[in-house]
């Protein structure tokens, strides 16, 4: 997602949509890390639990074992 989301004005707006508050999305939108970092980062797992990628039809390997 966060490399899909090329702009920061982006990466701010779809976490706000997921319930992050305006001054913790921006800070995220405009942190300077890269993809990897972000994503075990704690605003995206905030922004998307795992129940949301459950609903995709997605599942954790590691909750597979």
Same mark, same amino acid.
């Given at each position: 997602?966060?490399? #899909?989301? =090329?702009?920061?004005?982006?990466?701010?707006?779809?976490?706000?949509?997921? !319930?992050? /508050?305006?001054?913790?999305?921006? =800070?995220?939108? %405009? %942190?300077?890390?890269?993809?990897?970092? %972000? $994503? /075990? #980062?704690l605003?995206? @797992? /905030? $922004?998307?639990? =795992?129940?949301?990628f459950? @609903?995709? !039809?997605?599942?954790s390997?590691?909750?597979?074992?």
């Amino acid at each position: 997602m966060w490399i #899909a989301w =090329k702009r920061p004005k982006t990466r701010e707006r779809e976490p706000r949509r997921r !319930g992050l /508050d305006k001054e913790r999305a921006w =800070k995220s939108a %405009n %942190n300077g890390r890269g993809a990897w970092w %972000n $994503a /075990d #980062a704690l605003h995206m @797992r /905030d $922004a998307f639990p =795992k129940s949301f990628f459950r @609903r995709q !039809g997605l599942y954790s390997l590691l909750e597979m074992r």
